[in-house]
């Protein structure tokens, strides 16, 4: 079990924030190494297949900073396996891939993987997708539940990703909040019985990261975006960064 939860920063609402113009800041590359200097360990990025907020160049020129001057950080890659993703990652070749059932049309991701029904499915993405330098992670309803991750660890994936959006979602309902971190913690506890690790992510924030860290311990990485940015905003990026990076050392 890894010792302490890495912090991968989202940079989709930069580039989201980017391409309101025809102009080239906020800079991605730029906010990427700002976050990695202040203590982030990866950088995220879900490119979904109309470029309206990570492009394919963003992914290109990422990967080629990660490589040149981060060569320790993790680039987890997220997204639909479309063929056009699966060859996107294949030319980037990053650490970690993490494949998420989102439809095109969809506002943000807001759903894990049908693990039992799409097994077949998800089990030959994984083995094209799976190198020894790169694993591989499949988005998780929050109440998979044992079944639920016994049908994924069985398509040979490396961790699940656990949705926290509902998790996010009941800031102002202290008693649904705790539901969801049964449920969180339920299926976390089952994907590291089956030796899968777990990564976590949507809708974390400052607020309710320690809560979830209390629930959920053993998370190998979290990913953020909406809220760090939001944070960001007020603060900086790179005093957001130390923030998230101190609430996950506890
Ligand atoms: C899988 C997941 O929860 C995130 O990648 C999320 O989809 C971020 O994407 P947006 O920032 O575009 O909502
Ligand atoms: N993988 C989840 C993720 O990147 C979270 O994004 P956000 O909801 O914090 O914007």
Not at 27 to 34: F, L
């Amino acid at each position: 079990m890894p010792a302490m939860t890495l912090l991968s920063v989202n940079l989709n609402a930069v580039a989201q924030l980017r391409n309101r113009r025809d102009l080239p800041w906020p800079s991605v590359t730029g906010i990427a190494r700002i976050v990695l200097d202040a203590g982030a360990s990866g950088i995220t990025v879900h490119p979904r297949p109309d470029e309206r907020h990570i492009r394919r160049t963003d992914v290109f020129e990422l990967a080629a900073l990660l490589r040149s001057d981060y060569p320790k950080a993790e680039f987890n890659i997220e997204g639909y396996p479309s063929e056009d993703f699966l060859e996107l990652v294949e030319q980037v070749n990053p650490q970690q891939v993490t494949l998420v059932p989102d439809d095109p049309a969809q506002a943000t991701s807001d759903h894990g993987w049908d693990f039992a029904g799409k097994g077949n499915y998800l089990t030959s993405i994984v083995q094209r997708m799976k190198r020894p330098d790169r694993r591989i992670s499949l988005f998780c309803d929050p109440d998979a539940g044992a079944n639920g991750i016994a049908a994924a660890k069985a398509t040979g994936a490396d961790r699940v990703e656990l949705f926290t959006g509902p998790y996010g979602a009941c800031f102002d309902d202290v008693a649904q909040a705790e539901r969801e971190l049964a449920a969180l913690a339920d299926t976390s506890r089952a994907a590291l019985a089956a030796g899968l690790d777990v990564n976590a992510g949507h809708d974390l924030t400052l607020e309710n990261l320690p809560a979830f860290q209390a629930a959920v311990p053993g998370a190998a990485e979290v990913s953020i975006g909406h809220g760090i940015t939001a944070d960001a905003l007020l603060m900086g990026f790179a005093e957001a960064t130390r923030r998230y990076v101190a609430v996950l050392a506890g």
